[in-house]
């Protein structure tokens, strides 16, 4: 069993064996859950230098809220609408394996440096993209990479859709 640093390196370097110990592993979901904080905190001091030190709450805030649509979303679209003939999973096996794919997002706590938050943040997000694409083929149990991406993308635009209309009708995140 891989110690929670080991776990959140690995996951960022993008080792699908983590994500199947992080999948069999029930106890890890407090560990997945601190991740996906951290890694929320991160994108709120990313946009600091945009918005101000209100934007390390509005950004956390938003990060967090954007990561469990995106979770559930996954979870409906990938169990309900795609899945193969050996996908079997509880919402606890994604919950934790996605969790731990929010690990490259640490990076942009370094957004806090003048100029660097959005490209930063732009790379965290590819990486994040890519590891959450491993974690849903892994939780899954998919044998197709090409349907964990379709999963994931559909999930990733259904999310922006729902934060575009909330933003519509709101006018601006928290």
Same mark, same amino acid.
């Given at each position: 069993m891989s110690s929670f640093k080991d776990r959140v390196i690995q996951s960022a370097l993008l080792n699908v064996d983590i994500y199947e110990e992080i999948e069999a592993d029930s106890e890890a979901f407090f560990q997945s859950m601190t991740? !996906?904080?951290?890694?929320?905190?991160?994108?709120?001091? +990313?946009t600091i230098d945009r918005v101000g030190i209100g934007g390390l709450f509005s950004g956390t805030i938003t990060?967090? !809220? +954007?990561?469990?649509?995106? %979770?559930?979303?996954?979870?409906?679209?990938?169990? #309900?609408?795609?899945?193969?003939? #050996?996908t079997q999973a509880d919402p606890g096996q &994604?919950?934790?394996?996605?969790?731990?794919?929010?690990?490259?997002?640490?990076?942009?706590?370094?957004?806090?440096?003048?100029g660097l938050g959005g490209i930063i943040s732009f790379i965290a997000?590819?990486?994040? &993209?890519? %590891?959450?694409? !491993?974690?849903?083929?892994?939780? &899954?149990?998919?044998?197709?990479?090409?349907?964990? !991406?379709?999963?994931?993308?559909i999930g990733w635009l259904a999310q922006w859709l729902i934060f575009i209309i909330f933003y519509g009708i709101f006018g601006k995140p928290f």
């Open positions: 991740v !996906i904080l951290l890694s929320s905190v991160a994108a709120g001091f +990313a990060a967090l !809220i +954007a990561w469990f649509v995106w %979770a559930y979303l996954v979870y409906f679209i990938g169990v #309900k609408f795609l899945p193969e003939e #050996k &994604l919950l934790r394996t996605i969790g731990f794919a929010s690990s490259p997002g640490l990076i942009r706590f370094v957004g806090i440096i003048p997000s590819i990486w994040m &993209l890519i %590891a959450m694409v !491993i974690a849903v083929r892994q939780a &899954l149990d998919y044998t197709s990479t090409v349907r964990a !991406i379709a999963v994931c993308l």
